[in-house]
């Protein structure tokens, strides 16, 4: 396993520890079709959370935010509807988020949650 | 939900309104958009505020921030607004205290490296801050003189941004780095020249001296090289200094021109103009796209507007001048709205009697035709020159000629005369001859029709139009004022009417 892997595996296990902190119940981690994969998705309430997860060590190269691109959002709509229609889950809405992870060498990661980027 | 809310100033022509800036922090994707109708350089402001926040050690917050100038209807244009857009941001994100920004206007543009570059127009945007009840203005350091000149304001000059966010409390270091000097780099003040230099000439100088102690607009003709130019340069010294109110409003017409150095506090001289004349219309009464900024003519406020070689101006400059002449301002009408500019300026004309020049005396040496020399005077001619109170001719120069009276002399005699008129018109809001209206002057003068019988003469013969003879009249009063006489008498009208018509009535 690539250390950049290993660093986006332990970034989506920090991210689904928020999701159930804020007292959400995750119902599919890593989910993957042709088009590509969803970090995480999960059920706040009646809401349905689509969240990607970007990690990065740190800071130098621009907030892990800033990674998540127009095409990146446009893909993420697409894969929520694919999951929708694969799943028998009926939301009363749905969003997507983005959870930046910094990971720095000592201490506990940073967590910056986004919410409704869509 | 994440606000923060501070204040600049937007001008249009000269009158600014207080501006809310307004900062929304939403926790989304990072973005930074600004709205409220910015110009191309005001929305080139999200790069430089994100640039110098970062350079100034302050963490640029990761949210989708949403800058919003109020009034939103209200078009903005320029770099002024920087510093405030930064500070809203700031405090949207809680780095620095936000009761405190919201209570203070800012006015400057910022580099990529977080210093505080000087804006032009401050002292108009100060004074409208003050103006509107929040006294309370920080400015680029470079700014500081022009901005203390207010009084009123409560000024802080501020070096870099981190020095503006240290003030409101930011824990952050404050760079040791220079301040951006002024725009306008301090040139030497030109001295006007003295009166004493132009040899001979008396009844040019004389005219001159008319022409200061009533405020009377002014047409020299003459060949080249008898001292046209020079007498017009040497106007400027004849004239009173500016009052406080006039002090004001040239030093803010020099400050949104960007031609205001404010080392020496306000302008309390009458300024000087003198475009040369391929000018435009919009280089003369002021033009530009989106908010139009002054011309030579609002920048010749409460001064002289000298155009030399009148004739070879343009005809559309030539007619633009006619409504500052008859209001004293000039409202100019952009995309982004209308300014109104102050241009209440004595105007002078030089001009050759022909387009060869030699057209004095018999003009035996004269090599234009009579189309020529008719076509080349009816540019000016018809309402622009009908304004014209003094119209004389200035011949050349004897080798036997001495050199005059001096500046100072003449001066003092200015003043006395000027005095005398802003006596008689205490109360009537004028304060020069040239200002009165023509009912006004003729009821001052009593029923004594013998003195203005060769007035009367000349309107039978149609040589002067009852404009005209208001005109006269109000030199001759101005005369009346340099001689020290309670009220013109016949002489004085007569020399008037001279000076009128080039000497060619009598």
């Known amino acids: 396993m690539l250390a950049k892997d290993a660093v986006g595996r332990y970034g989506e296990d920090v991210a689904a520890r928020h999701a159930v902190g804020l007292g959400w119940s995750v119902l599919d981690r890593n989910w993957r079709c042709p088009d590509g994969e969803l970090d995480l998705v999960a059920l706040d309430g009646a809401e349905l959370v689509v969240v990607e997860v970007k990690t990065r060590r740190s800071d130098r190269f621009g907030h892990p935010s ?12 697409r894969l929520t509807a694919q999951w929708l229609a694969a799943h028998d889950v009926h939301p009363a809405s749905v969003r997507i988020d983005v959870v930046a992870v910094v990971l720095p060498s000592r201490g506990a990661p940073l967590v910056d949650h986004l919410t409704g980027v869509v | 939900m994440l606000l923060g809310r501070t204040r600049s100033v937007c001008l249009v022509g000269l009158s600014g309104f207080v501006v809310d800036v307004e900062a929304h922090l939403a926790p989304s994707l990072p973005a930074f958009t600004l709205v409220g109708l910015p110009d191309t350089a005001l929305a080139e402001a999200r790069d430089r505020v994100r640039a110098a926040v970062t350079s100034s050690g302050l963490a640029w917050p990761n949210r989708r921030i949403t800058v919003n100038l109020s009034p939103a209807a209200l078009p903005k244009a320029g770099s002024a607004f920087d510093v405030a857009i930064a500070v809203a941001v700031l405090a949207g994100a809680g780095l620095v205290d936000p009761r405190a920004a919201a209570a203070t206007v800012h006015v400057g543009e910022l580099g990529l490296d977080g210093r505080l570059r000087p804006v032009r127009g401050v002292l108009p945007a100060v004074a409208a ?7 309370r203005v920080v400015v680029p350091a470079g700014n ?6 207010v009084p009123g304001a409560d000024v802080v000059g501020a070096h870099c941004l981190a020095e503006v966010a240290a003030h409101y409390g930011a824990e952050v270091d404050v760079p040791d780095a220079d301040p951006v000097p002024a725009l306008v780099p301090p040139r030497a003040v030109a001295e006007v020249p003295d009166l004493a230099d132009v040899i001979g000439q008396d009844a040019a100088r004389g005219c001159l001296e008319v022409a200061a102690a009533g405020g009377h607009h002014l047409l020299m003709v003459g060949p080249p090289g008898v001292g046209k130019t020079m007498l017009a340069a040497r106007l400027p010294g004849l004239l009173p200094d500016l009052d406080e109110a006039g002090a004001v409003e040239v030093t803010a017409v020099h400050s949104l021109a960007g031609v205001f150095d404010p080392a020496g506090g306000l302008i309390r001289r009458p300024p000087f103009e003198n475009p040369h004349h391929t000018a435009t219309p919009a280089a003369v009464v002021g033009g530009g796209s989106g908010v139009p900024r002054p011309g030579a003519a609002s920048r010749a406020h409460r001064g002289v507007l000298f155009l030399d070689e009148a004739p070879e101006f343009g005809v559309a400059v030539l007619q633009t ?3 500052p002449l008859e209001h004293g301002e000039v409202v100019l009408h952009r995309s982004a709205g209308a300014a109104r ?16 020049g030699n057209s004095v005396g018999k003009g035996l040496a004269c090599t234009c035709t009579a189309h020529q020399r008719r076509r080349y005077f009816g540019k000016l001619s018809g309402p622009l020159l009908d304004r014209v109170d003094l119209q004389v001719d200035v011949d050349p120069a004897r080798s036997t000629d001495r050199p ?9 005699r200015v003043r ?8 008689r018109l205490a109360g009537t809001g004028w304060t020069t001859n040239a200002q009165v209206p023509g009912g006004w002057l003729r009821d001052r003068l009593g029923p004594d029709r013998r003195l203005v019988r060769e007035l009367d003469h000349c309107v039978d013969r149609g040589v002067l139009s009852l404009r005209g003879v208001d005109r006269v009249l109000r030199v001759a009063w101005t005369l009346a004022d340099l001689r020290g006489g309670e009220a013109p008498t016949a002489a004085d009208v007569g020399a008037a009417l001279a000076l009128r018509t080039r000497g060619q009535v009598l």
């Open chain 2, 341 to 356: 500019y102050p241009a209440r300026f004595q105007l002078v004309l030089a001009a050759n009697p022909c387009p060869c």
């Open chain 2, 404 to 412: 005059g009276e001096s500046t100072a002399t003449v001066a003092a």
């Open chain 1, 66 to 77: 800033l990674a998540v691109t127009p095409d990146k959002l446009s893909r993420l709509r």
């Open chain 2, 321 to 323: 001048l006619r409504q």
């Open chain 2, 144 to 149: 500081l003189a022009e901005a203390r000149l």
């Open chain 2, 129 to 135: 801050a003050v103006a509107a009840g929040v006294p």
């Open chain 2, 416 to 423: 006395e005369a000027r005095a005398a008129a802003a006596h």
